[in-house]
């Protein structure tokens, strides 16, 4: 079975990286969706003459809610699977292939890249965030998520469809996995490779967005509704 899979890439404001990771995935053969979240600079254009399709917001909403935006044009468009990666140039598009094998195993609806390789050159405040974060997401879904914060991704078409989505920012992704482990879907990690620059600062606010992941594993423990059993 070969999926029918396009590439989502949230961007805001990473004219410079989108280009070039775009014609890296477009060498794959794959569809490329761009969700341009209301960049001021040339990510539109350049995605555009890179070949991907652009969705652009008229202003910023979130990275969350791009992907929203994406899904929504993934399931309208028939396809049977998305990719998910950041626009900053941090994944190696030479990976999308392992991942999209991943998911057409059994328990491979939802397929997540793990850094654990990449760990010596992660920054340390990101990479002690992101160890208790994926702890505690680990704790609320009961499955191993190792790196709950990787924006690599596969999500077949079957989870889009059953699961329903509200937060808009940085705190969408872990929604997502939480979503999908109550309604019964498998989570499987893959090792993945990472590359770390500082071409494009990070828009994750450590106080708002710790804020935003709070609230969300509050509303996941006071969820009185029983979770599926694993599909």
Not at 66 to 80: H, N, P
Not at 96 to 115: F, T
Not at 157 to 175: A, K, N, P, Y
């Amino acid at each position: 079975m070969s999926l029918r899979s396009c590439v989502i890439i949230p961007g805001f404001n990473t004219a410079g990286t989108i280009g070039p990771l775009v014609r890296q995935i477009r060498q794959l053969h794959l569809d490329v969706v761009v969700v341009n979240d209301g960049s001021t600079d040339d990510t539109a254009h350049d995605a555009t003459e890179a070949g991907a399709l652009v969705i652009s917001h008229l202003k910023n909403q979130g990275k969350g809610m791009a992907l929203r935006t994406g899904f929504a044009f993934a399931l309208q468009a028939g396809y049977d699977a998305v990719v998910t990666l950041d626009s900053d140039g941090q994944h190696d598009p030479q990976d999308i292939p392992q991942l999209l094998e991943a998911a057409e195993r059994p328990h491979g609806a939802i397929v997540i890249g793990h850094r654990v390789m990449d760990d010596a050159s992660m920054p340390l405040l990101r990479l002690w965030t992101n160890r208790v974060m994926s702890g505690i997401v680990s704790w609320l879904t009961g499955q191993q998520i190792p790196d709950s914060q990787c924006g690599f991704r596969v999500i077949r078409r079957r989870v889009l469809e059953t699961i329903q989505l509200s937060t808009r920012r940085f705190d969408g992704e872990t929604e997502l996995l939480l979503a999908a482990a109550h309604d019964g879907w498998a989570v499987t990690s893959m090792p993945i490779r990472t590359i770390y620059t500082k071409r494009h600062a990070s828009h994750i606010h450590p106080l708002w967005d710790g804020v935003r992941f709070a609230r969300l594993v509050l509303k996941h423990l006071l969820d009185v509704s029983p979770p599926r059993r694993f599909r």
